[in-house]
């Protein structure tokens, strides 16, 4: 019977070997993945390119680390992530690395989200071998690993969404005014400016917050809310 994963293997000179099951349907990949592994002092204790397998083989293995595709045969959607999800909830203790050949954030966080030895990465990480073994070896470690191009397009996402993110500084300093009940003339005199330098911000916030040209007093408040709203 396998050990699980809180008793790793051991050489017989001592050293801890990690347990690996591989879930990849491209072949070559895989074969280079299992190859790149063995040589770096892992155990690939087994193999799979059909999703259906994975939970069965992980049950019967009880693998370190789980090292998988998102998109897997049958249906070649996002199997790989639901055997991934399946793993974590029944068996929470065993590593689990995505393998994907895209960034898609939002199947990344929920992942992610789910606590510790959890990676996502993008299949084109794997390329350089001393960044991937690491990978695998905090995740065993407890860690959580973020591909950085997910990381660069979660904050993408959030400047995205972030309706001040247009703002100029100086912008920002007047709105920030206005949120305190300053009037134009308040503003002017709080930022040694004249009171028409105001208004020409005032009409620029606006503007670039979206907000129509109605009564001026109306928008106004509407951009001290979205002001205080992102705050």
């Given at each position: 019977?396998?050990?699980?994963?809180?008793?790793?293997?051991?050489?017989?000179?001592?050293?801890?070997?990690?347990?690996?099951?591989?879930?990849?349907?491209?072949?070559?990949?895989?074969?280079?993945?299992?190859?790149?592994?063995?040589?770096?002092?892992?155990?690939?204790?087994?193999?799979?390119?059909?999703?259906?397998?994975?939970?069965?083989?992980?049950?019967?293995?009880?693998?370190?680390?789980?090292?998988?595709?998102?998109?897997?045969?049958?249906?070649?959607?996002?199997?790989?992530?639901?055997?991934?999800?399946?793993?974590?909830?029944?068996?929470?203790?065993?590593?689990?690395?995505?393998?994907?050949?895209?960034?898609?954030?939002?199947?990344?966080?929920?992942?992610?989200?789910?606590?510790?030895?959890?990676?996502?990465?993008?299949?084109?990480?794997?390329?350089?071998?001393?960044?991937?073994?690491?990978?695998?070896?905090?995740?065993?470690?407890?860690?959580?690993v973020m591909d950085p191009a997910l990381v660069q397009e979660l904050v993408t996402a959030?400047?995205?969404?972030?309706?001040?993110?247009?703002?100029?500084?100086?912008?920002?300093?007047?709105?920030?005014?206005?949120?305190?009940?300053?009037?134009?003339?308040?503003?002017?005199?709080?930022?040694?400016?004249?009171?028409?330098?105001?208004?020409?911000?005032?009409?620029?916030?606006?503007?670039?917050?979206?907000?129509?040209?109605?009564?001026?007093?109306?928008?106004?408040?509407?951009?001290?809310?979205?002001?205080?709203?992102?705050?």
């Amino acid at each position: 019977m396998a050990t699980g994963p809180s008793s790793q293997h051991r050489h017989s000179n001592g050293a801890v070997v990690t347990r690996v099951l591989l879930a990849e349907d491209d072949v070559l990949l895989r074969e280079g993945l299992a190859s790149l592994l063995q040589r770096s002092g892992f155990e690939v204790v087994g193999q799979t390119g059909d999703s259906t397998w994975i939970l069965p083989m992980v049950r019967e293995l009880k693998p370190d680390l789980v090292v998988l595709d998102i998109r897997m045969p049958p249906t070649h959607t996002t199997d790989g992530l639901d055997a991934a999800r399946q793993i974590r909830t029944e068996l929470p203790e065993i590593g689990i690395l995505v393998l994907s050949a895209h960034a898609e954030v939002e199947d990344a966080m929920e992942l992610l989200a789910t606590g510790q030895r959890i990676g996502y990465l993008l299949k084109s990480r794997v390329t350089d071998v001393d960044e991937f073994i690491d990978t695998l070896e905090r995740i065993v470690k407890g860690g959580s690993v973020m591909d950085p191009a997910l990381v660069q397009e979660l904050v993408t996402a959030r400047r995205r969404d972030d309706p001040l993110a247009g703002l100029s500084e100086r912008e920002h300093e007047v709105l920030a005014l206005m949120a305190e009940g300053r009037s134009n003339a308040g503003i002017a005199r709080r930022l040694w400016v004249t009171e028409g330098t105001v208004e020409k911000h005032v009409r620029h916030i606006l503007s670039k917050l979206g907000l129509s040209e109605t009564d001026d007093d109306h928008r106004r408040v509407l951009a001290v809310v979205t002001f205080l709203e992102t705050r």
